[in-house]
């Protein structure tokens, strides 16, 4: 076995240790383990994009196969259309022919008629003007009739004077006078018939010039719809042939979409791989990170006085002081040990915000509170400035750590150290590092498996966020034992995106029951 110890610490550039400096050999096995944990961290970190990236590619890649499916869809419908739309193209050209042949009949039909209505309107004209002749006629016959019958009663009158030689002319004046007035009165019946026949000849005569105007009227309409009909029967034809183009393209592009439709379900079968090769990578990252606390767990058992050893330390006396505040609190009355394991949250927001006056200045905070969010509790502020007073006195107490905190069993931590307890400015950059305290860290470089370890493995089942009531329903084991101050977890993971920090965690206890945790951090060599 030492022997093999021996050719492992050459192989990875291990300075040669004897069998008398033992805890040299423990140190640097050390050393290279928390290497190997960083290494891992390192991978976990890339398999994690690498997973992000495929998952985002896998939908990316579902979604669009979703699209091409729908344009596939689409494509078929429009195809479809188009060939309705095609036949309809011929049937529009075949009907704007027909309309343009029945165009062409109305409009020579439309011309015959007008010179039909004009050959009418002159009769009718003509027979207005003989009508007009016969009784300018008539009135001349009126005349004369009237002049002989003046004639025939001045003959009379000249007969009776004669006596009996003029008797015989008398007679004659008398049938003279007799035959002028009734070609007198027939005369004027004549022209009265006339009159009224003129006075019904002028409406029918303005009915037919109107007539023959609405004709040409007709005729120009018509010629307009052959004109019209002509462009169509042009246009018909043009878009038959565009049509024809447009059906072609469309086939050759279904068939593309086709191509592409299957190629897409290769890719989104391809990322869906890489994203499950992706997860198992993880998974067997995961293991080589527990053989990683195992081995914590067992360096542990010698203390080195190493930077792990050190912190290992700091944390159970972390651990040992904020049970003393949270105690110190339930035993004067300012709280509940009830309070204290409720895991209940109130978000602040609107007047509450005034309540962190007290903290940090919150003056630039909006009326819809913080970004991201806070959250009071029943017990932080009878409890929190005491906290952040013993955290700080364990980071100054060695110079390797980055933080040391108060977290409970949902990864909610009451207060931060004083130098991310700043004021609030209204940047999200500054203030998400600047101000940290009252918020969950359940972000995506940190798991409640860190705040939970040691309650059993029903913790897995646990939502995120979850009530004391949750814990305690699920079967997890939250009462203190002699044990329980031995326990720790070391987790080594990416901070901030780049940091790579080895974050201890010990478990921290109030009136015997699990609060949660205290968590030490530093950066790994």
């Known amino acids: 076995m030492a022997v093999q110890l021996k050719k492992f610490l050459r192989s990875v550039g291990a300075p040669t240790f004897t ?3 033992p805890k040299g050999i423990l140190s640097q096995v050390q050393t290279l383990t928390i290497g190997s944990a960083a290494g891992s961290a390192q991978t976990a970190l890339r398999l994690l994009s690498v997973s992000s990236q495929a998952k985002k590619v896998s939908t990316s890649l579902d979604q669009m196969l979703k699209t091409a499916e729908q344009l596939h869809t689409n494509f078929s419908s429009v195809s479809s259309a188009s060939g309705k739309t095609l036949a309809a193209a011929g049937e529009m050209q075949r009907l704007s022919m027909d309309g343009r042949d029945l165009s062409r009949r109305t409009s020579e039909s439309s011309a015959e008629l007008r010179i039909q209505m004009q050959a009418t309107v002159e009769h009718i004209e003509k027979l207005v003007q003989g009508i007009s002749s016969i009784i300018r006629v008539s009135e001349t016959i009126e005349a004369i009739a009237r002049k002989t019958t003046l004639l025939s009663f ?16 008398a007679v004659v004046a008398g049938e003279v006078r007799s035959l002028a007035q009734h070609t007198e009165a027939r005369t004027s019946e004549i022209k009265t018939i006339l009159d009224e026949l003129a006075v019904e000849l002028t409406p029918a005569r303005e009915a037919l010039q109107k007539s023959r105007e609405l004709v040409a009227s007709t005729g120009n309409d018509v010629r307009s719809v052959e004109e019209a009909l002509e462009r169509i029967a042009v246009l018909a034809i043009d878009t038959d042939r565009n049509m024809n183009s447009v059906a072609t393209v469309l086939n050759e592009l279904s068939d593309s979409i086709d191509s592409v439709f299957d190629n897409l379900k290769t890719a989104t079968a391809s990322a869906e791989s890489i994203a499950k090769d992706a997860k198992a990578l993880v998974k067997a990252n995961y293991a ?47 709280c509940t040990l009830e309070d204290v394991l409720a895991c209940e949250y109130r978000e602040i927001k609107g007047a509450d915000i005034q309540s962190l006056s007290r903290l940090f200045d919150v003056s630039r905070v909006p009326a819809k509170g913080f970004d991201p969010p806070k959250y009071a509790t029943r017990y932080d502020a009878v409890c929190d400035v005491e906290i952040r007073r013993v955290m700080d006195l364990i980071k100054a107490s060695e110079p390797s750590i980055l933080y040391a905190t108060v977290l409970d069993l ?4 009451p207060i931060h150290h004083t130098e991310c307890s700043l004021d609030w400015t209204g940047n999200p950059d500054s203030d998400m590092s600047g101000n940290r305290m009252k918020r969950f860290f359940d972000g995506k470089w940190s798991s409640p498996e860190a705040t939970r370890f040691g309650i059993g493995p029903k913790a897995k089942d646990v939502p995120d966020r979850a009530s004391r009531q949750q814990f305690v329903q699920a079967g997890c084991d939250l009462l203190e034992h002699p044990d329980s101050a031995d326990k720790f977890i070391v987790r080594v993971m990416v901070r901030d995106a780049s940091e790579i920090v080895v974050s201890l965690s010990v478990p921290l206890h109030v009136k015997g029951q699990r609060y949660g945790v205290v968590s030490v951090g530093w950066a790994a060599a």
């Not at 949902?410 to 931590?413: A, E, K």
């Open 19 to 21: 069998w008398a400096d």
């Open 154 to 169: 001045n003959a009379t009158i000249e007969a009776a004077r004669a006596g009996d030689q003029g008797r015989g002319f």
């Open 410 to 413: 949902n990864l909610y931590m």
């Open 288 to 334: 080589v990170s527990q053989m990683v606390e195992e081995c914590f767990v067992q360096y542990a058992k010698v203390d080195l006085d190493s930077t792990f050893h050190r912190n290992l330390r700091a944390g159970r006396e972390l651990a040992r002081l904020a049970k003393g505040v949270f105690e110190d609190a339930i035993n004067r009355g300012l």
